[in-house]
Structures are given as structure tokens and as C-alpha cells.
């Protein structure tokens, strides 16, 4: 009963196209970082978020 899988929903917003990314992941600052660096293929060219 003490195993719990904790998960993060996020949403981001296009600078460049005002649109939105809707994410969720397990690790929320390496997330965040990978969407800023650019090495997340959904965003990388809708950068800066």
C-alpha cells in the first residue's frame, strides 16, 4: 500500500506562437530543462517556452 507513482501534469506557453504544451512526467525540473535546451522534438521549435 506505501507504493505510490507520483507524476506532474504541466503546461507551457509558446513565446513564439502563443500556443500551449500540455506534459506530464515523473521528474519535473529535469522536464522543464529539456523543453528549455531545446532536445524535446514536440518543442524545439517552438522555443522560448
Partial sequence: ???YL???T???MSER???L???FTN???KRVEEHHK???PSTA???PL
Fill in 1 to 3: 500500500m506505501g507504493n
Fill in 6 to 8: 507520483v507524476f506532474f
Fill in 10 to 12: 504541466y503546461v507551457m
Fill in 17 to 19: 506562437d502563443n500556443k
Fill in 38 to 40: 531545446g532536445v524535446v
Fill in 27 to 29: 521528474d519535473l525540473e
Fill in 45 to 47: 521549435n517552438r522555443r
Fill in 21 to 23: 504544451y500540455i506534459g
